[in-house]
C-alpha cells in the first residue's frame, strides 16, 4: 500500500512517498526515487524535477508562459521548414540560366 502528500500543491518534486506492508501496516523501506524526500539523493531530487521543468511549473505562472512560448516556436519549426522549402521549389531558374549564358558570353 502507498501513500503520498504534497505540501506544495503547484509542483509535484516535493511529494513526499510511503510504502506500508498491507497487513501489518507497518512501512516498508524502498531503493527507487520514490522514496521520502528528506531521505532523497541530490540526483533523485533531479529525476523528480523532470515533470515540473518539462510543464514549466518550478518556476511559476511566468516558467508555464516560457514553456508555452518555446513549444511553440519547436512547434512551428516543421512548418516554417516546409514553407521555405516550397518556396524555393517554385522559382524560376529563366534568371539563373540567362546570367550563366552572360558569363559564357564573355
Known amino acids: 500500500m ?3 502528500a ?5 509542483t509535484y518534486w516535493k511529494s513526499d512517498y510511503r510504502y506500508f506492508d498491507q497487513n501489518t501496516l507497518e ?5 527507487h ?3 521520502r524526500l528528506e531521505e532523497a539523493t541530490f540526483a533523485q531530487k533531479v529525476m523528480r524535477l523532470n515533470y515540473d521543468v518539462h510543464v514549466g511549473a518550478i518556476a511559476g505562472l511566468p516558467g508555464k508562459v516560457l514553456a508555452f512560448c518555446l513549444s511553440a516556436i519547436i512547434a512551428s519549426l516543421p512548418v ?3 514553407l521555405i522549402w516550397w518556396g524555393r521549389k ?3 531558374k529563366k534568371g539563373i540560366m540567362k546570367i550563366r549564358k552572360e558569363l559564357v558570353n564573355v
Do not use: R
Request: aromatic share 14%; no cysteine; proline share 9%.
Open 80 to 82: 516554417t521548414g516546409f
Open 6 to 10: 504534497n505540501p506544495d500543491a503547484s
Open 90 to 92: 517554385k522559382k524560376s
Open 2 to 4: 502507498a501513500a503520498n
Open 27 to 31: 512501512e516498508l523501506p524502498v531503493d
Open 33 to 35: 526515487f520514490y522514496n
